[in-house]
């Protein structure tokens, strides 16, 4: 992800800066807190290019894909072989029409195995249906190649399977992604740019309006809207990136320097966010994704920073570890008479919803005179009337990282610490 910015990075207005170490030896827990920036244009892929590289992803795929790999509802499973179902399954006049949609399509039965948890037709199995019914059209040139292996409809469950998993998981409400969902959003990342925000919004219009459809036509629509909404250069990165992600992290990353455009991807993420994307995603140690805010932050390993010295960044990259402990014992006292504050407070629930990197690390923190911060501790265990009867800091748990980084920057500004 080309070189990193090391000396020069400044916290917050009115902190004091903690410049990165630029010395081999690191201290125990140390992580790398990165802000990646978005204000770059998308990736364009070709027709033609997309069309090859998934007929290749979609051939070179096992003919099972093992479902530990791809997190769904619990008790799910996924199979490519598809059944036609005994009656009871197909008792609602949305389930006959997707019975016909598979009949359609070449596959009789359940051609996107919605029914192995159970009978009914749930608000995943629509979002999932409407996904198939949006990305249908980029896989059309597909078909041909892969006839004589997978139907149509197969490739679509594959994809929307693996779609679907991992865009549930950086929409959620704790939006903390791990593993293989952590380095899809990465990918998705150095392609899409400024564009990653209108995809992830898309994707949480389509779930709302799936789960209020009761038709199948209704699901059409919903798909449809999906697919103009976010475009048909989106549309094929999403797909792409989608198709790569079956399996685990280590043939994601195997695969995404074959795709096309990935170099113009890589070079885009080392040019605006200071680090390769091909790095990031395989070094991922956590992404946070705050869709409403438009930001995603990444925790990575503290030796990418060593690798990466030397060179320029305009990222935002600060020193992180995994506890407050760790923070202390590496910056040592905040000052006479001062203590560490965190921005984002250090709550034993904000360190399980963002991970302890994104409490611990030189972008939250600031030294404050003792007095004011108790003031401000004060202040946070008080209600106030936007509170609904809550403390602050109760009523600042349920927010997004972004939104409780934001009321603390302001609350400071109230207590006359920052201008």
Known sequence: MGALALAGLVLLAGCTTVPPRRDAAVDEGERIFVTLPTDFAPVQVREADFTAAVTSLVLEMPLRVAPSHVPMRPGRRYALLSEPLSGGAWRSELARSYGG??????????CLSLFEDGSQIQDDDKRRIALALAVGPALEGVDAEVRAMLSPARVAAMVSLSIAAYMTLLVAPEPVSKGVAAAFAVLLWGYLGTELWGLLKGWME??????RATTFAELREAGERFGQRIGPNSVRVLVLVGTAAIGKTAALLSKAPKLPGFAQASQMGARQGGVSVLTAAAEAETVIVSVNEGTLRVVLPAHVMTMAAGGSSSGNVYRAWESHRGLTKALGSAGKGKQWHH???????????????AIHNTENVIPLNEGTHRAISSYYSSTRSFTGGRTIREWLSTQSYEA???FGVQTLRDFGVIP
């Not at 921005?343 to 990197?357: K, L």
């Open 206 to 211: 389509l779930s709302e309006e799936s789960a």
């Open 343 to 357: 921005i984002v407070e250090q709550t034993p629930g904000n360190v399980a919803r963002f991970g302890p990197e």
């Open 101 to 110: 949609f598979c009949e359609r399509r070449g596959t009789p039965g359940d």
């Open 404 to 406: 409780q980084r934001a």
